[in-house]
C-alpha cells in the first residue's frame, strides 16, 4: 500500500526477530529492512543489543524466534556449507578489527581471495595493493603485524580485509569507537568515497552521533530491546517518543546536530 | 570467454574475482600483443569488479610496455570508473612490494632478541628473589590468599593425576624388573629397584613434568592474557608490583606444594612396585617392606624431596616469566605457553642432571 514501487528484493529483512539468553530478554519483536545502496545505521545504548542484531544478521548467531534474510535468503544457510556464495556476498570489520595476528596486514587482506578464488598470487597481490591504497593506508605497511599497526591503522586494515572481495553489503561494527576525533571524520569520508567508488550498502552499528548525521540514511535507535525509532537522522531528531528524544537531544546529540548542520551550510 | 577474431579481442561473461581466473591465464603472455595494436570490444563483459579492473590494468600496462597499442571499446561507463579507480592507484599497486629485512639482518637481529632475552630473564630472576626475601623479612606483606588458592589449584587438584600415573611407573618399573631379576633368582631386589629409581629420581620428575604441564603452562597463560588484556598496566598505575602479586604468590605455593607431591607420588609408586611384587614375585607385602627398610636408605629420600623446591621455583619462574614477556596480541599467548613448558621441563632435567653428577662426586 506504500507510494514506493518496490521492485527489488530488499537487501536485508528483519522480521520479527526476538533474542532470549537465558532469562535475559535482548531482542523483543525487531523488525527492520534495509534497502540496496542505503547507509544504514543501527543505534542504541550501551547493551540494548545492537551488536547482537548485526551477530544475528551475519549469521554468527541464531535469533531465538523470528527470520532474518539476506538478498532475500534465509539467514540460517550461512551455517552450512552452500552458504558460501551468500558469505561472498558481504564483508564484516569487527569492532576491534579482528585482524589474525599471526598474518601480515597483506596476508590478512588476501585471506579471503585465496579462500573463495582460483587467482594466482601476483594478481592477488595487485588486488591486495590496490584495497590498501583505497582504504588510505602506506604501501610499506602491507608487511607490518597487527601488533605494529596503531588503532586508526588497525581499522582501515580491516576495512580493507572487509571490502577486499568487493561486496555489495559491507557490515561495520562500531566503525569509529575509540579512534580520536581527527581519525574518526577521516574514516566516515573513507567510508563514503569508497561507497561511492564501489557501491555497496552500509549497515553499520554505531553510537557516535557525529557518524549518525553524517552518514546515515536511515536509523534504527534500539532500546530496550524494541526499535523504538526508525528513519531519517532529522525525523528521529524530531520524534516525540521520550526514548529516542533522550538519546538524540542530549547536550552531546545536540552538539552533534549543530555542527553537522554548520558543514551543511559551509558547502552550501 | 575471449576469442580474438583479427586484433579483435572479443570479451564476454563475467570478469569478477570468483570467475576471473582463467580469463587471467588466457591474457598472460604475449600472444595476443604481438601485432602492435589491439581492440578490446567488451560490451558483452556483464560483470565487472577490482578483481576485473585489476586483471584488465595489469593486460594493458604489460602490453603497452611490448610495444602494443590497446584500444578499449564499448566498456560499460560504471566499468570504466573501476577501471580509472585502478588505474588511478596503479602507482601504489605496481611498486614492489616491501620485503621483510634479509637473512643476515634477521640473524642479526635474533641474536641481539636472544641477547636481550637473557639479560631480561636474569632481570626477572633478581628481581623475583629480591622480592622473595620479603617473605622472610615481612611475612604480612605477602598475598596469602592468592598463595593458597594457587596451593589448591596447583596442589591439592593436581593430586589424583599425580597419584595416578606414578602408580602406574611404579608398576611399570616393577613388571620390567621382575623378569630380568627372576632369571638370577633375586627376586627380593626388587625393593632396590623400585625403592631408589622411585625416591631418588623418577617420582621428583615425573610431578615435576606434570606440574610443568599444568600448572606452569597455566601461569604463563593467565600472566600472558593479564598483560594482552592490559590488566597488568592497570595493577602498576596502583603503584603495586606484578611481580608481587603474581609471581610470588605462584612461587611459594609450588615450592610448597611440590615437595609434598613427590612424597605422595613416592608412596604411590612405591605402592605400585609392591602390588606387582606380591603378584609376580612372591615378595609379600611384609617382605617387602622390611627390605624396604633396610635397602633404602634415608638419604635417597631426602635427595628426590630436596630437588623438588628447586624444581618447583624453575617451573613457576619459568611460566611467569614467559606469561609477563608476551607483547603482541593473543596469538603471543598460545606462542610463549609452549616456550615455558618446554623450557621448564628442560631445564628441570638439565638441574637434576647437574645434582646426578654432584652427588655421585660426594658419594651420596
Known sequence: MSLTVQTETPVIEVSHVSTRFGQAVVHEDVSLMVVRGEIFAIAGGNGSGKSTLLREIVGLLTPTSGEIRLFGRDSRELEGSDGQPLHRRFGVMFQGGALFSSMTLAENVAVPLREHTHLNARIIRDIVALKIALVGLPPDSAVKFPSELSGGMRRRAALARAIVMDPELLFLDEPT????????????????????????????????LDTLWRLADRVALLGSGRVVGLGTMEELAHCEDPLVHEYFNGPRGRAARLQYAGTVMHQD | MTLVQDRLLRCQGSWTMPDIAPVEQALRGSFWTQHGALVLETSDIHAFDTGGAVVLQRFLTEARRGGCEVTIQGLRSE???????????????????PVRPNRGVRLELWIRDRFADMVRALAFVGESVVASLRVFVAPSQVRWRTCLQSLRVDGVNALPITGLLTFLIGVVIAYQGAEQLRKFGTNIFIVDLVGISLLREIAPLIVAILVAGRSGSAYAAQIGTMKVTEELDAVKTFGLSPIDLLVLPRVVALIVAVPLLTAYADVLGVFGGMLIASNQLNVSFTAFLSRFDEAVALRHFLIGIGKAPFFAAIIALVGCYQGLQIRGGVDDVGRQTTISVVQSIFLVIIFDAICSILLSWWDL
Open chain 1, 177 to 208: 569507537a575509540g579512534l580520536d576525533p581527527i581519525i574518526a571524520d577521516g574514516f566516515d569520508q573513507l567510508l563514503v568515497h569508497l561507497k561511492r567508488l564501489l557501491g555497496f550498502t552500509v549497515v553499520m552499528v554505531t553510537h557516535d
Open chain 2, 79 to 97: 566499468y570504466a570508473q573501476l577501471l580509472s579507480l585502478v588505474a588511478s592507484n596503479w602507482g601504489a599497486i605496481a611498486t614492489d612490494p
